[in-house]
């Protein structure tokens, strides 16, 4: 069984569209982010979510809107989709944000731009 | 904010070298440590993780890592590396007032059979 599971793992595009990635985990867990890593392997927080609620949102542009639906589900919707924004997006979630516990990982969805 | 840096972005080894990346943090006050590995094509995994105690810490597959305060360091190694070590390697720290890691750029370490 997957614990964070996003879809789809790959996606190519063309500027412009507008695209979103799901993102479900099944572990229980309270809280659930999205990182970007870039072309150099950083890894970024985008955002984070704890019980369906907004906790952080880092210097984002706002043509990335986050939904979450239920605890256990954090989409991403892109809007107006860039050049700059082809990169690697991972889906984690962890226990509770108020604990130390280790983030669970997607397996990754790797956005290109055409 | 707090910053990690891994100094080695690629490291090439052959079977049986020993290993050790190199992670080291700015922050001043108390921090956890985690390292992640992401082998090809699959997900992020935590390897290994220091909140306090021994600071020399035990890893799944024969991985360690020693956390050395003074130095704002928890480097990662293994005596003995295997092929199927290939992967991405990250270092994360979490300090006090935050739970949400931050990672380091990442070490990409390759194998040779």
């Known amino acids: 069984d997957t614990a964070v599971s996003q879809t789809p793992k790959y996606l190519v595009t063309q500027m412009g569209n507008d695209k979103s990635i799901k993102c479900e985990q099944n572990l229980g867990h309270d809280t659930m982010y999205w990182y970007k890593q870039d072309s150099k392997k950083f890894l970024k927080i985008m955002f984070s979510y704890n019980n369906k609620e907004l906790i952080i949102n880092e210097t984002v542009p706002n043509r990335f809107s986050p939904k979450s639906p239920d605890k256990a589900h954090l989409n991403l919707h892109i809007n107006s989709l860039e050049l700059g924004d082809s990169a690697v997006y991972f889906c984690?979630?962890?226990?509770?944000?108020?604990?130390?516990?280790?983030?669970?990982f997607g397996d990754g969805t790797r956005l290109s731009i055409l | 904010a707090q910053s990690v840096s891994q100094h080695n972005h690629h490291v090439i080894l052959s079977e049986a070298a020993s290993l050790e990346l190199g992670c080291n943090y700015s922050y001043g006050g108390t921090v956890n440590l985690f390292w992640y590995v992401q082998y090809p094509g699959q997900h992020l995994q935590l390897l290994l993780k220091?909140?306090?105690?021994?600071?020399l810490v035990k890893g799944i597959k024969g991985f360690e890592a020693e956390f050395i305060k003074s130095k704002f360091s928890f480097n990662l190694r293994k005596p003995s590396v295997q092929w199927s070590d290939t992967a991405e390697y990250f270092c994360a720290v979490t300090t006090g007032g935050s739970y949400i890691p931050t990672f380091g750029r990442g070490t990409s370490l390759i194998v040779h059979p």
């Open positions: 220091y909140f306090s105690g021994d600071p």
């Open positions: 984690a979630s962890s226990p509770s944000m108020y604990s130390n516990q280790p983030q669970h």
